[in-house]
C-alpha cells in the first residue's frame, strides 16, 4: 500500500523521532508500505516521519545509482535506529533531492566517510564504513530522524533565491505524481 508523502512545511518534518522495538505494531507491513511508497515516488530513500511516524526507521534502495556510484550497487536495506559516526572531516559537495521537496534540486556539503550503526529488520546489530553516494544517502535520511531536511544545509543567500518554490511547497502549490499531505491541508 503507497502512502502519501508529507512535505516540506508540515511539522511531522521537524519532530523528534522515538527508537523502534520489536514489538511495534506491524512493523514488517510498515518497511514493506515504504519501500512500495518510495519505488513509485521514484526515490532511493525514505525515512518514517516523511510518511508521518516519528520512529527511527528507514528504507534505501541505492541500486539504481550504481552507474555513476559504484558504492550503491545491490545496496538495498533497511535501517533501524541508525547512529552516523563521522569518520573524517573532508566534505563533498553534491546535488540532493527529496521526496518532501519536490521539484527541487540543491548542492549540499557532507562527509564523505562514515561508520553506520544500526539494526536490520530483524533487529540484528550491524556496523559498515561507508563512503561515497552511499554515505550521502544514509546521512540525509538519518537527518529526517533528527528533525532535519537537507534545505537545511544550504544557504541562508541561496534559500533567499528559491523562497517563492519552498513557500509553494509549504502552501501546496505545486504537482507531482505522488499523494502527499502539505502543511497547508493537514488532517
Ligand atoms: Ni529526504
Redesign the pocket.
Known amino acids: 500500500m503507497k502512502l502519501p508523502i508529507y512535505i516540506y512545511g508540515h511539522p511531522v518534518l521537524r519532530r523528534a523521532t522515538e527508537p523502534v522495538t520489536p514489538d511495534y505494531p506491524n512493523l514488517p507491513a510498515l518497511i514493506d508500505n515504504m519501500f512500495e511508497t518510495m519505488y513509485a515516488a521514484e526515490?532511493c530513500?525514505?525515512?518514517a516521519p516523511?510518511v508521518g511516524l516519528s520512529i527511527k526507521l528507514v528504507v534505501i534502495d541505492v541500486d539504481v545509482l550504481k552507474e555513476s556510484n559504484p558504492e550503491c550497487a545491490g545496496r538495498k536495506f533497511v535501517l533501524i535506529n541508525p547512529e552516523v559516526e563521522v569518520l573524517d572531516g573532508e566534505e563533498v559537495t553534491r546535488a540532493?533531492?527529496?521526496?518532501?521537496?519536490p521539484n527541487l534540486s540543491e548542492n549540499v556539503n557532507r562527509v564523505e566517510h562514515i561508520r553506520l550503526r544500526w539494526l536490520d529488520e530483524n533487529f540484528q546489530p550491524k556496523e559498515e564504513e561507508m563512503s561515497g553516494f552511499l554515505a550521502r544517502c544514509v546521512q540525509?535520511?538519518v537527518?529526517?530522524l533528527n528533525g532535519k531536511?537537507?534545505m537545511d544545509h544550504v544557504s541562508a543567500t541561496r534559500k533567499l533565491l528559491i523562497r517563492n518554490k519552498l513557500r509553494n511547497l509549504m502552501d501546496g502549490k505545486f504537482s507531482c505524481d505522488y499523494r502527499v499531505k502539505t502543511a497547508a491541508r493537514r488532517k
Open positions: 526515490g530513500g525514505l525515512a516523511q540532493e533531492g527529496c521526496l518532501s521537496l540525509h535520511e537527518d529526517h531536511v537537507y
